[in-house]
């Protein structure tokens, strides 16, 4: 397949045809995925100063303590 739609001397209408079979070989189709966990929001009035500061230590737990001192971060 991929030989005839590389072919520049067959039609363009065969090569497309040719193009169109090859493709689910080719290229891999997305796969639907469900959300399955829950998303949680707060505003930055709503976050503590220890969630804060291990959000700037580059932790995405933000609840466990913080590895540096809140102080540091003013």
Do not use: W
Not at 32 to 45: F, L, N, Q
């Amino acid at each position: 397949m991929l030989t005839l739609l590389r072919d520049r001397d067959l039609p363009r209408a065969d090569r497309f045809e040719a193009a169109k079979a090859a493709a689910p070989y080719v290229h891999a189709r997305l796969a639907a995925v469900e959300h399955s966990g829950s998303v949680g929001i707060k505003r930055a009035t709503e976050v503590s100063d220890d969630e804060l500061a291990h959000i700037a230590a580059g932790s995405s737990e933000g609840t466990a303590e913080a590895p540096i001192d809140p102080a540091q971060l003013n």
